[in-house]
Structure formats: C-alpha cells, structure tokens
C-alpha cells in the first residue's frame, strides 16, 4: 500500500477494525463479515472482501455508490454484498461507514426474526433506544433483500443498525470507530439477554433512562481526561 494516497488512513482504520473484532471473538467461526467506509467528500466507498480476518490495506476495493468497481476487484460471493452497503449511504447521508457480521448471538435474534431491545448499558450508551429493527429475509445482494433492508431503516430511522433475517447484521455509523462500537453492543447485548432468559424475562431499559444513560456519556467525555493532581 502506498502510505501518501489519499485513502490510506481510512484503509488503516478499516483494518485495525476488523482486527479488532476478530481478536474480541465477536465474530462467527469463519469470520465472515465486509466493512466499507465513505471517502469524505465524494461519492466513494472503500469495501472489503467476504472475510474479516487478516484484512490488508490494499485489500479493499474502491467502489462508486452506484456500485461500479474503479479500483482493485472483488470476488463474485464479495461482489454480492455491494448494495448491502450502497444501500445504507443511500439512504443515510449521515452515515461513513458500514459493517456485516454474522456475529453469532445478535445473528440469533436474526434468525429468530426477532428485534433486539435495549436490554444491557452498552446498547443504551450507544443511543438505542427504539428496538434494532428486522429486515426480512431476501436472497443476498437481491433487490428484496434490499428493499427489505431499506423499509427497516425508515421503520427505524434513528437506528444505526439492522437485523437481517435469518442472515446477520448490519451496524453502521458516521465513521469506523462508531461501526464497529455498534457491533460490539449488538452482540454483549444480545448474548446477556439470552443468557438472562434460562434465570428470568431480559427488562429493556426504558427509552427515558437510555437517553439518561447517554447524556451521562456525553457529559463525563466532555470533562476530559482525569488527572491525579500534582
């Protein structure tokens, strides 16, 4: 890779995520997963192929949002989840960046069809108050799955995350770190409610406390670092 080019940070940043959530075990048996990022200022996107383990920089293909490939290439089983992710920047100009997982305890509540509720602080602290929508199930890459996945978005179109019946996730974000915070509180979400459902009935948190939970967030980020005084 060619550290001077104008995307190699974002390359950078797609990599030390996707290793980040290999080492964190979040993800399946094989690994399976694609993430792309929005390059600032155009109407591109970086995307990697159809695993997240051992992702390198020049691995990653430069794509428009119309889906044209302009730079490196992708295997055919990649080239499907292309709209997956178009779909999202389409539709959220917000968004700036993308990742599937079939990461496998969220993917549980997408394969039961059933939405996921603010059950666990972290998914609270991440704004999620409204149940993480179902996309219903369609052929990947086919014009049902994407017009299933876009009609969950509006369902809910405060979310950063979709479920894809019986097939996975998607989270998203306005950048990578955001991303990939998402899946961390889909997944430590949906594991700890069903592991409370074999002791009792998993309690969302109420939509007032998850906005309490946040502001709690923005509020001690805004003090800074702590210090011990001198």
Not at 43 to 61: C, F, K, N, Q, Y
Not at 110 to 119: I, Q
Not at 202 to 226: D, K, L, S, W
């Amino acid at each position: 890779m060619n550290e001077d080019q104008p995307d190699a940070k974002l390359r950078m940043e797609i990599v030390r995520g996707a290793q980040a959530l290999v080492d964190a075990g979040v993800l399946s048996g094989t690994q399976h997963g694609n993430w792309s990022v929005r390059v600032p200022g155009t109407d591109r996107i970086l995307l990697t192929g159809s695993s997240l383990g051992g992702v390198r920089p020049e691995d990653l293909a430069v794509l428009t949002l119309d889906g044209e490939v302009v730079h490196g290439g992708l295997s055919a089983s990649s080239a499907e989840i292309i709209r997956m992710h178009t779909a999202v920047y389409l539709e959220r100009s917000d968004v700036g960046s993308v990742v599937h997982t079939h990461s496998p305890y969220s993917s549980a509540f997408a394969v039961a069809n059933r939405p996921l509720e603010c059950y666990a602080e972290i998914l609270a602290r991440m704004g999620s108050a409204d149940p993480i929508p179902v996309a219903a199930y369609g052929p990947r890459g086919s014009d049902e799955s994407i017009g299933n996945i876009v009609r969950a978005m509006r369902q809910a179109p405060a979310q950063n995350a979709v479920l894809l019946g019986n097939h996975g996730i998607l989270a998203f974000g306005p950048d990578v770190g955001t991303a990939r915070q998402m899946v961390f509180a889909l997944e430590e979400t949906a594991q700890l409610a069903i592991l409370a459902s074999a002791i009792g009935t998993p309690q969302a948190i109420p939509p007032t406390m998850v906005m309490a939970a946040q502001q709690r967030r923005a509020a001690f980020e805004a003090t800074g670092t702590v210090t011990a005084n001198s």
